[in-house]
């Protein structure tokens, strides 16, 4: 049809539509009628998307090239829109195209929208679903108020390996604890459901394995059984998408020799097939292009009939579709039907946004006043944050902090950061003061009582080996009763593409640390990082040690809530902190092999290495808290059980100390013998117990089949008959209680 032709028709169109709409109600019809109005051109806009040049300048004119593009229906979102004017101004240039298809506007939205939270590594420490879901949850009210539909969270990549530095953006290296994870981030996204106002739909990402990119190193490729394909990597992906996750988002990576974007294994097989998803997939930045350099397809067209016929529905930024889709169409290399069935995907999720019924639904200026300044939101970040902190190290309970302390010696360069708070994915409003962070300086500040008197030195920055803020940092730790030194990485150091070689501390941090620590003075060290770092030399000497990863807007009164005692430090590692780098990959879940090593000094022919311990620095579900917990009394409830039933195991919890707190109480079970090998332990379940000083608690875990059930050698679900062990820890390795069960046919 010609253009002015087109133009003309347009409210002929428009009134069909809306007789479509009201005679028949449901989506799917809805979906169908639409279809039938576009062309095939029109319909490829839908599965294109665009960036906003990642930055709000300027206003959005019809004037330059994606304006017009999306004026001619061929966008069919934009990732990257930033505040609410700006989504308005773009949704109002798509309601001039000619059947007036709403755009979607999708945002990285990962640990925060203006109230910034932990990193979700970070937050997975805290084993607190429901805080976890609650972050989730005002990340969604803010971003949904500044105009955005659809947030690309929650990352749910397995992280073994701290080398890669977007483990920052998962739930560490469990997929059992990941899988609850991720599906309490989805019903935090996506709250009372799509279409409600205050929700935005959510991408798990990156489907599939990204996390397991050989040497850690960023986009590289990923070579890995079926098995712990499905065993460990898969899990906290269907988690999120049975918690009703809208859209998936493909991995950069190659998964044994195929691309993820374009195989059809994952997408179609797997996804659409088996797990019977309904929602769309959208590529990951340019990841449909990249084929071509992955060596899989030989140009642009090629990896768009590639990616298309493997189920990738949605192109982000590659422009692979918009430019070779309609002609491999007319010339028979996709199907239309192919074609037809990722739009319709695509229009279901606008359909149920309620997008159609109000494009501009999202776009109220004092909803967005309100949800932006909402001062419940900080309390939830410094809530959140506050339980993410892991105590690692308390010598002679140095820790709490009197908050009457003379002389405190506050030191290091990332004391008075405002910036590096907020991590890898924080998001830049336009027009928000990005200042909008408590230093720990300020949290700190507020914490000490009158009398206290509180110093301040850098030490030395963050990277680089200028010493001379080292004579100044020794002259005040000497003055004072107490060190606190707050060291780590800059925020851009882990994250996308941000992968390392060398996991110590940057710079002269450390020497810095050993420098205060010949002075006398206890010191307390905070370490703020996106990833597991290697501090051997502080893991022996220094006082106390508090992982604090990065935490947001509230990182100040977070670290002071648990330095001087408000809070009770209760988070526990969900990754594994090597020795070296040369302990990598390592994780709690691995298998016994031929020749397990039973300790340190069983190194000879054994499977370990001659020059390092077997065990990490610091294991998974490992962490502090300022009171002991004991635990005892544990009790089955059968010694036996078939697959059809369930066993409950008892146990107490005691807090032995002086300060109210919460014990992570873990179950791990080991399957003796199996047709394929099984982990020396695997998690299974766990209990977050409030304590009050002197108090027992009893908690109860049921096993049942799903906690025994494993992938066998053809990727099966299957149970095996035979014996359990069953422990109960602090850790994956402080097991406290043991028992034995047998599983019979
Ligand atoms: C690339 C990242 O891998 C992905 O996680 C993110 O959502 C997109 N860029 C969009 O920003």
């Known amino acids: 049809m010609h253009r002015a032709s087109l133009r003309s028709a347009l409210p002929f169109l428009l009134l069909i539509l809306a007789g479509a709409a009201a005679a028949q109600n449901t989506i799917p019809q809805r979906v169908d009628s639409l279809l039938r109005l576009m ?241 769309f997939v959208v590529s990951d930045w340019g990841s449909v292009g990249e084929m071509i350099n992955h060596g899989s397809v030989k140009d642009a067209a090629d990896a768009a009939r590639s990616a298309l016929l493997a189920g990738t529905d949605m192109d982000m930024e590659s422009r692979c579709y918009t430019g070779t889709l309609a002609r491999l169409v007319a010339d028979g290399a996709v199907p239309a039907a192919a074609v037809d069935d990722a739009v319709r995907r695509v229009l279901t999720k606008k359909f149920e946004l309620g997008l159609f019924d109000d494009p501009f639904r999202f776009c109220d200026p004092a909803r967005e006043e309100r949800a932006l300044n909402d001062p419940a939101h900080a309390d939830a970040a410094r809530d959140m944050a506050r339980k993410s902190i892991v105590l690692l190290k308390n010598d002679r309970g140095i820790l709490p902090l009197a908050k009457g302390l003379k002389t405190v010696a506050f030191i290091g360069p990332l004391v008075k950061e405002v910036k590096q708070n907020k991590g890898f994915w924080d998001v830049e409003l336009p027009g928000v003061d990005s200042n909008f962070i408590v230093t720990q300086w300020e949290g700190v500040s507020a914490a000490v009582s009158r009398s206290t008197t509180l110093l301040y030195a850098k030490g030395c920055d963050i990277d680089g080996t200028d010493r001379s803020g080292f004579a100044e940092a020794v002259r005040i730790a000497k003055k004072a009763d107490v060190v606190i030194l707050s060291i780590g990485e800059r925020r851009d150091m882990s994250g996308e593409a941000k992968s390392r070689s060398d996991l110590s501390l940057p710079g002269v941090q450390e020497e810095l640390a050993m420098e205060l620590l010949k002075t006398g003075t206890p010191v307390v060290v905070l370490i703020n990082a996106g990833r597991p770092l290697v501090f051997n030399g502080l893991a022996e000497k220094a006082s106390a040690i508090l992982y604090t990863w990065w935490l947001g807007s509230e990182a100040g009164n977070a670290v002071a809530d648990v330095l001087f005692g408000d809070y009770n430090p209760s988070a526990k590692l969900t990754m594994t902190f090597p020795r070296s780098v040369g302990q990598i990959p390592v994780y709690y879940d691995h298998y016994n092999t031929g020749r397990p090593a039973t300790g340190d000094g069983d190194r000879f022919y054994r499977s370990a290495y001659t020059d390092l311990s077997i065990h990490p620095r610091y294991e998974f579900g490992y962490g502090l808290g300022y009171s002991p917990f004991t635990y005892g009394g544990l009790q089955l409830s059968a010694r036996t059980m078939t697959a059809g039933g369930s066993i409950r195991a008892t146990l107490t919890v005691t807090n032995a100390g002086r300060y109210a707190g919460e014990e992570v109480v873990q179950l791990y079970l080991r399957d003796l013998v199996g047709s394929v090998v099984r982990p020396v332990k695997e998690l299974r379940g766990f209990r977050k117990v409030r304590l009050a000083p002197g108090e027992t608690k009893s908690v109860t875990f049921t096993i049942d089949r799903e906690s025994l059930s494993f992938y066998d050698r053809t990727a099966r679900r299957v149970v095996e008959p035979g014996e359990f062990e069953l422990m109960i820890g602090a850790s994956s390795r402080d097991i406290r209680l043991k028992e034995r069960f047998e599983l019979v046919p």
């Open 39 to 279: 062309t095939l051109e029109e319909k490829i806009g839908q599965l294109n998307q665009y960036t906003d040049n990642g930055v709000a300048t300027g206003p959005v004119t019809p004037d330059n090239e994606k304006e017009r593009q999306v004026m001619q229906g061929k966008v069919g979102s934009i990732l990257n829109v930033l505040g609410m004017e700006r989504t308005r101004a773009w949704q109002a240039i798509a309601m001039r195209s000619r059947l007036r298809i709403p755009l979607l506007f999708g945002q990285d939205v990962v640990h925060g929208y203006k109230t910034t939270f932990p990193i979700p590594l970070a937050e997975s420490c805290s084993w607190d679903l429901e805080a976890i879901e609650r972050a989730a949850r005002v990340a969604a009210v803010e971003a949904s108020a500044g105009g955005v539909h659809w947030t690309f969270a929650p990352m749910v990549d397995i992280g073994r390996d701290p080398r890669w530095g977007r483990v920052m953006e998962g739930a560490g290296e469990d997929t059992y604890l990941g899988s609850l994870i991720a599906a309490a981030r989805v019903r935090g996204f996506q709250g009372r459901g799509l279409g409600s106002t205050d929700a935005v739909m959510a991408c798990v990402k990156h489907y599939a394995a990204y996390g397991a990119a050989v040497g850690g190193r960023d986009y590289n490729s990923v070579d890995m059984s079926e098995r712990m394909l499905w065993e460990t990597y898969l899990p906290p992906f269907k988690a999120a998408i049975d918690a009703g996750a809208g859209t998936v988002m493909t991995s950069f990576n190659d998964l044994n020799g195929v691309p993820a974007t374009g195989n059809a294994y994952l997408l179609r097989d797997i996804l659409k097939g088996r797990w019977n998803f309904g929602g």
